[in-house]
């Protein structure tokens, strides 16, 4: 079972069409409610020092990523248990957060680092989903039959999940749950990867069947009633949401730029902001949005359009919200990032073991993973 879907888009949108939805079995369990190591000479590094965390390989399992801009979320393993931690950089102190006895498929950090959605399964017909709080209270168990699960958190309400469950022919059934009423509905839409707008409606691209680079209009699918309103505009390729800001992107194919819109669904504020656009040949590619707490996104900009192959060397890091966009840093080479709130250091390298100070360059490790 995989549960990140964000990196197979592309592949379920070329095969959504085909493939009609069926009915599964939702079992749901209320739950009663609880009254540096430095790698290259670089400037100075931060007045704290981040400590190197040293883990057996045979007990690390992953790095899920940031609960505030010093403590980092993590996954060990102890013959069958799998133990949730919080761990900080700087002083070197592990809380256990939570203990579950079936593998750990994925976590989802819910955007006001207050709850956890922990997905386990131990088998390839259903899996569990597991809320808890930061502090270890379960909050509320659910569990669904599913092959794989995509799972979107609704970024103000921490009740509601948008869960899309596949099966193995990749049909597949939409649901919104809230955990405060336990409640699951099913929304009949025929596209699998959609958003939380606000409480009331989902979001998802309406895409042009015959022509993946041309983009398609943006629906909005009501929670209450199911309808479904489109835009009148066209070419979307991407789009997001976080707290109060919405983020799309459209395509220029004349001049080959990307058009990123933000826009506060509260204030109806709105700007926007051009870039060289990127392909793989078949597609547009969208680098990652790595959101902050201060309502931007640093996400990865070209030099120049073209193929995301050809022009690895010439991207970097830029921060964009609703009042500007700047260099955050023109050295970090693309790969995928975890960023802290503030967005000021960002995890990576291959299993998230380097830390990167995102406007010195300074690069530490703070994760050694021995035999």
């Known amino acids: 079972m995989r549960c990140d879907l964000r990196k197979n888009l592309w592949v379920i949108f070329t095969v959504l069409f085909i493939f009609s939805s069926c009915d ?67 002083s070197e102190e592990k809380q256990l957060i939570t203990t579950v006895n079936e593998p750990v498929i994925d ?31 379960t909050v509320d168990q659910l569990t669904i039959e599913s092959a794989e699960i995509y799972l979107d958190w609704h970024t103000t309400n921490s009740d509601l999940l948008l869960i899309t469950s596949f099966n193995k022919d990749w049909s597949f059934d939409i649901f919104t749950y809230s955990s405060q009423t336990q409640e699951m509905k099913r929304i009949p839409y025929i596209h699998p990867i959609l958003k939380w707008r606000d409480e009331e409606h989902l979001m998802a691209i309406n895409w042009a069947l015959e022509d993946a680079l041309a983009g398609g209009t943006i629906s909005e699918i009501s929670t209450v009633t199911s309808e479904v309103v489109e ?15 919405l983020v799309t992107v459209k395509i220029d194919p004349i001049k080959e730029q990307f058009i990123y819109s933000l826009s506060n669904v509260n204030t109806g504020d709105v700007k926007s902001y051009r870039t060289p656009a990127l392909s793989n040949y078949s597609q547009w590619f969208v680098p990652e949005l790595y959101w902050t707490e201060e309502n931007s996104f640093l996400t990865y900009v070209a030099t120049d359009s073209g193929l995301i192959d050809s022009v690895d060397e010439n991207l970097h890091l830029e921060e964009f919200n609703l009042a500007s966009r700047r260099g955050r840093n023109t050295e970090l080479t693309y790969r995928m990032l975890m960023c802290s709130p503030s967005g000021d250091y960002c995890l990576n390298g291959s299993l998230f073991e380097e830390i990167a100070d995102i406007d010195t360059g300074v690069m530490m490790k703070w994760l050694n993973i021995v035999e």
């Open 231 to 245: 835009s009148e505009d066209s070419g979307y390729i991407y789009f997001d949401m976080y707290k109060d800001i």
């Open 107 to 137: 976590v989802k950090i819910h955007p006001s680092k207050n709850y956890l959605a922990i997905i386990m399964s131990d088998n390839s017909l259903q899996a569990t989903i597991k809320i808890v709080n930061v502090d270890g209270r």
């Open 24 to 90: 599964k079995e939702v079992s749901v369990t209320p739950i009663p409610t609880k009254s540096p190591v430095v790698i290259s000479p670089q400037p100075a590094a931060p007045q704290e020092t981040i400590k190197t965390y040293t883990v057996k390989n045979s007990n690390f399992d992953r790095v899920v990523g940031w609960i505030s801009d010093k403590r980092l979320l993590i996954v060990e393993r102890n013959l069958e248990e799998y133990l949730v931690y919080s761990y900080d950089l700087y």
